[in-house]
């Protein structure tokens, strides 16, 4: 074998194991407000419907289902989008209407969803490709509040699957209690779930380290948070918070209220999940997750300056915009 030959034949090989290797994305995007337009007696969605103050009718509706599924194909194209984690979703109904109303349609989307008892009426959701990531098993993790159980939050979804015909993996979605009453009065209740997303996450970890998990969500509260530790602080099977880098380098978020960012939506993995030097079946490209600033996500901020997310609604007034929040993304190698 003469030298050129063999020159040949190494690069033949390294191209060959380059395109073995697959790369996915999953995001996670609290879509603010994702309602139908029918009036559920059972839950507080009055200002979404047609005699509200909101006139939330039909066409802003669609408009709203369209504008979602812009920002997921601006995310990335759907065909190499392998799992979305939603927020604030309705119903059912609404899921429905995201995939076969819009181009959604195209792809073969599935969804995990179950109405939960959240006094709003508001979900998470998973929208998954059924040709990239296949489920095993789904639970809802229920929360109920030991001093109060009249007190409902959204309740954590739990999926574990795999993509393609790699490792299984273990996701966990969740909606954590808001701040509406309070940053003091209420970061108990956050501690809480929190404590209960923990036991779970220990479980698994405690059978292998070696388990793959990933936990995403809008926690309600930033990286360096009471609760948030909870999961990342602990002397054993921590996890490792993705957005804590680009968080403590300053004037980053997914949302913004008056002049500052805040970082509440975020992506946990366990350390199986790092790209480590031994060879793994999948792991996070360069162990970072990204926010999707992009420009049509944004308006001018007037009155604190800069940037922010640009709303479907400002007050009780249609403003034809995304979200309160911006998507985030992480990227996963497949060999």
């Known amino acids: 074998m003469n ?18 290797e697959q790369e996915y994305r999953i995001a996670f995007y609290n879509v603010e407000n994702l309602f139908d337009i029918n009036n559920n007696p059972n839950t507080k969605d009055d200002d979404f419907t047609p005699e509200s103050t909101h006139h939330w009718d039909s066409y802003k509706y669609q408009k709203k289902l369209n504008n ?37 349609y195209k792809y073969n989307i599935g969804y995990i969803h179950k109405d939960s008892p959240d006094e709003r009426g508001i979900d998470a959701a998973l929208l998954y490709n059924k040709d990239l990531f ?16 009249s007190d409902k939050t959204r309740d954590i979804i739990y999926v574990k699957g795999y993509l393609k015909a790699s490792d299984t993996i273990h996701i966990f979605v969740n909606h954590w209690p808001s701040r509406y009453s309070g940053y003091m009065t209420t970061e108990h209740k956050r501690c809480f779930v ?31 948070s009471k609760s948030i530790k909870i999961l990342t602080s602990s002397k054993q099977h921590n996890l490792i918070n993705l957005m804590e880098e680009p968080y403590h380098k300053g004037n980053t978020g997914t949302l913004k209220y008056h002049n500052e960012w805040y970082c509440f939506d975020q ?18 490209k ?8 992009f420009p049509f996500l944004l308006e001018d901020d007037i009155k604190y300056l800069g940037k922010k997310p640009f709303r479907t609604y ?9 979200s309160d929040h911006l998507p985030i993304f992480i ?4 060999n």
Do not use: W
């Open 3 to 20: 030298k050129y030959t063999y020159y040949i034949i190494i690069l033949l090989f390294l191209l060959s194991s380059h395109s073995q």
């Open 68 to 104: 979602i599924y812009k920002t997921l194909m601006a995310v990335k194209k759907f065909s190499d989008i392998a799992i979305i984690g939603l927020a604030e979703v309705e119903n059912e109904k609404c899921l429905n209407n995201l995939i076969y109303k819009t181009p959604l």
């Open 134 to 149: 296949t489920v095993l098993k789904k639970e809802f993790i229920t929360i109920t509040f030991p001093n109060d159980s």
């Open 194 to 224: 929190a404590s209960i997303l923990k036991q779970k996450t220990d479980s698994l970890l405690s059978i292998s380290p070696d388990i793959k998990i990933l936990v995403m969500g809008d926690f309600n509260d930033p990286p360096n």
């Open 267 to 284: 992506f946990l993995i366990s350390k199986a999940l790092l790209p480590l030097q031994k060879k793994q079946s999948i792991f996070i």
């Open 286 to 293: 360069d162990a970072k997750a990204t926010i999707c600033y």
């Open 314 to 322: 400002h007050g009780p007034t249609f403003h034809d915009g995304f």
């Open 331 to 334: 990227d996963i190698k497949h």
